[in-house]
T-cell receptor, first 114, second 113 residues
């Protein structure tokens, strides 16, 4: 079965600094890859997705992610963090074997210092 | 276009009771999935319904069940509630096709006392 690892449980970053969140997956082929963000008590909002093609994908809110097949990674980045980026971020995969079934990483909570 | 709507937003139930949660997908979406989110286990897939049929199922006991109606609205039911069922239950809908993503609702916060 596929699995997703987000090695960092918490990350604290200063406002205006860059941010990188790590995600590694375990699966024999390239799955469909997603990053979601969750604010406290809220649902999940899709930041970006990778299905195929260009390995650098752009998302909403100034986020981008790079797929690296050789490292089975899909790391999320933002050049300059805003206080409103404080939230929990989830990496997820779906192999689309027979329908929709997301497997999520454990999440990374991002704190933004003023 | 309205998003995924989950009702109710909050529920408090007693151990041993049963509960039904509702999810209205985005118009035109026929796939509805349910996820449980807890601090200890994170986000876990419960099941997916497509055209009124369960298409995928996660590793949850039979106390967790669901159904989908002809208008794609879905309900999930948890019987004989346990304290450990306290969680945020998230519903997601997806359009047809493989190259698609899941759109999530705000969730239903279930507290079992």
């Amino acid at each position: 079965a596929q699995s997703v690892t987000q090695p960092d449980i918490h990350i604290t970053v200063s406002e205006g600094a860059s941010l990188e969140l790590r995600c590694n997956y375990s699966y024999g082929a390239t799955p469909y890859l997603f990053w979601y963000v969750q604010s406290p008590g809220q649902g999940l909002q899709l930041l970006l997705k990778y299905f195929s093609g260009d390995t650098l994908v752009q998302g909403i809110k100034g986020f981008e992610a790079e797929f690296k097949r050789s490292q089975s990674s899909f790391n999320l980045r933002k050049p300059s963090v805003h206080w409103s980026d404080a939230a929990e971020y989830f990496c997820a995969v779906d192999i689309k074997a027979a329908g929709n079934k997301l497997t999520f990483g454990g999440g990374t909570r991002v704190l933004v210092k003023p | 276009k309205a998003g995924v709507t989950q009702t109710p937003r909050y529920l408090i139930k007693t151990r041993g009771q049963q509960v039904t949660l509702s999810c209205s997908p985005i118009s035109g979406h026929r796939s509805v999935s349910w996820y449980q989110q807890t601090p200890g286990q994170g986000l876990q897939f419960l099941f997916e319904y497509f055209s009124e049929t369960q298409r995928n199922k996660g590793n949850f006991p039979g106390r967790f069940s669901g159904r989908q109606f002809s208008n794609s609205r879905s309900e999930m039911n948890v019987s004989t509630l346990e304290l450990g069922d306290s969680a945020l239950y998230l519903c997601a809908s997806s359009p047809l096709g493989a190259n698609t993503e899941a759109f999530f609702g705000q969730g239903t916060r279930l507290t079992v006392v």
